[in-house]
């Protein structure tokens, strides 16, 4: 199980930081529930295969950029004053749903270093992993099992 989930794991996060409305800590709790002697191990995959994703995010907002010369600078000026005052810094919320996706996509518009947008979208992104994680820990076995129940699952 750890050689095939782990890919799966990776995948999931990969995905999920893209623009798809795809959730990877599904995946990833179960993976955790079934090897939990594999805890950080799965957080850290989980944690790179999401940034990796960001940093995706944020290179097709570069090439946007590039691609649509003709478009120019944002009309919205207190967006590009809160991203350019900010800067990285920003992308520390790169994980919050709805928003974090196209906050990468704008990082990559704005040409912010791709280095300190790496590290702030990563430790934003091990934090939510880390707290989803803890959280749904927190959530007693018997629910888990009355919902697969109720899914049809087990």
């Not at 944020?58 to 478009?71: E, T």
């Not at 920003?90 to 974090?100: E, Q």
């Amino acid at each position: 199980m750890p050689s095939v989930g782990l890919p799966a794991v990776f995948l999931s996060a990969f995905i999920s930081a893209t623009l798809l409305p795809v959730g990877s800590e599904p995946i990833l709790f179960g993976y955790i529930s079934l090897n939990p002697h594999l805890y950080w191990v799965a957080i850290i995959v989980a944690t790179v295969g999401n940034t990796l994703g960001g940093m995706l995010d944020w290179g097709l907002g570069l090439l946007a950029r590039k691609g649509m010369k003709s478009v120019g600078e944002p009309k919205d000026h207190r967006l590009k004053r809160l991203l350019s005052s900010w800067g990285p810094k920003m992308l520390l919320l790169s994980w919050l749903p709805g928003f974090g996706d196209p906050l990468c996509l704008a990082a990559g518009w704005l040409k912010l270093a791709w280095q300190p947008c790496l590290v702030y979208m990563f430790i934003g992104k091990l934090m939510r992993y880390l707290t989803l994680t803890w959280l749904l820990t927190l959530v007693p076995d018997s629910y888990w099992h009355q919902l697969g129940h109720w899914l049809h699952l087990i």
